[in-house]
């Protein structure tokens, strides 16, 4: 039976941290601060700004939450994010994505500072991530699992790393990450020809393909650790589920996260951690 890598002990660990670091800055006359951009009534957005709200309270983060309407013209929405990186009681900006139409994204993107860009979605910020300098902040969700990493003492100093994905948002800066910290990796896609070859010789697999139940046991190993950051509707089970057959892999491997309750649990608390991280870089 493989280790169960839960969400939950991770992100209460970091809120116990952040909260420690938010008692020190308001000592210092600061209080951090996240400003939630959201056009329109989504209902997976204000979902999301509920989530993010209530994690914020958790930790002591103060949320501003600037509600656009959706027609608004694109010159009149990048003033909006202008206004709010000259705000220097604003350490971080949340924006929800997609934007209308009539908004470009990337442009929307890059107007925000990279050093207020907690979300890691500017260009600034991958640069970060690939120079392994403080420019800006790594996508939440490839932080979140390095963090599970950490937490449960899996190093990844020497070992053989695979990541199977390689999108800008995990696929490729886990990649780096993993990288930064001295492990071989490769990393797998689409057009990589047989993956359960190179997959299986891992010691440390990160999932991240967006296909519900791809990786079956032909992909691991015995002593390997599983990372699942897929989150995919499971129409047969009518709940979320991972890129991974749980079910026919947790018995072979050496540890696993589980979906729902692994990487997903941790990514708001990450988001704070960068706020806080944020709110300490513009005091220093």
């Known amino acids: 039976m493989a280790e169960i890598l839960k969400g939950a002990p991770v992100a209460e660990a970091l809120s116990e941290a952040i909260r420690a670091d938010v008692a020190e800055l308001e000592a210092k006359g600061v209080k951090p601060a996240i400003a939630i951009v959201r056009v329109g009534e989504r209902p997976d957005d204000l979902a999301y700004e509920r989530g993010a709200t209530k994690r914020a309270d958790k930790v002591g983060v103060l949320v501003k939450n600037v509600v656009l309407p959706e027609d608004i013209a694109e010159a009149d929405f990048f003033a909006e994010i202008d206004k709010l990186n000259a705000d220097d009681s ?3 900006i949340l924006m929800f994505q997609p934007l209308p139409k009539h908004i470009d994204g990337t442009k929307a993107r890059e107007r925000i500072a990279a050093a207020k860009d907690i979300d890691g979605c500017t260009y600034s910020s991958m640069a970060g991530v690939f120079t392994n300098n403080p420019i800006g902040f790594p996508p939440c969700t490839a932080q979140a699992a390095m963090e599970i990493l950490h937490y449960y003492g899996i190093e990844p ?13 995990i696929g490729r800066p886990v990649a780096m990450m993993l990288m930064h910290e001295n492990a071989t990796v490769t990393n797998c896609h689409t057009r990589t020809v047989d993956v359960p070859s190179i997959t299986s010789g891992a ?8 296909k519900l139940r791809s990786v079956t046991p032909e992909y691991v190993n015995p002593d390997q650790v599983v990372i699942d950051v897929g989150i995919n509707w499971d129409a047969e089970k009518n709940g979320i589920a991972g890129d991974v057959d749980f079910d026919a892999v947790e018995p072979v491997v050496k540890a696993i996260t589980p979906v729902p309750g692994g990487v997903g649990s941790v990514t708001s608390t990450v988001l704070m951690k960068h706020v806080v991280d944020a709110a300490k870089r513009a005091l220093q």
């Open 157 to 169: 100093k020497g070992k053989r790393a695979a990541v199977i994905g390689r999108s800008l948002v």
């Open 203 to 210: 010691e440390i697999l990160i999932c991240a393909a967006g």
């Open 90 to 92: 604003v350490h971080g």
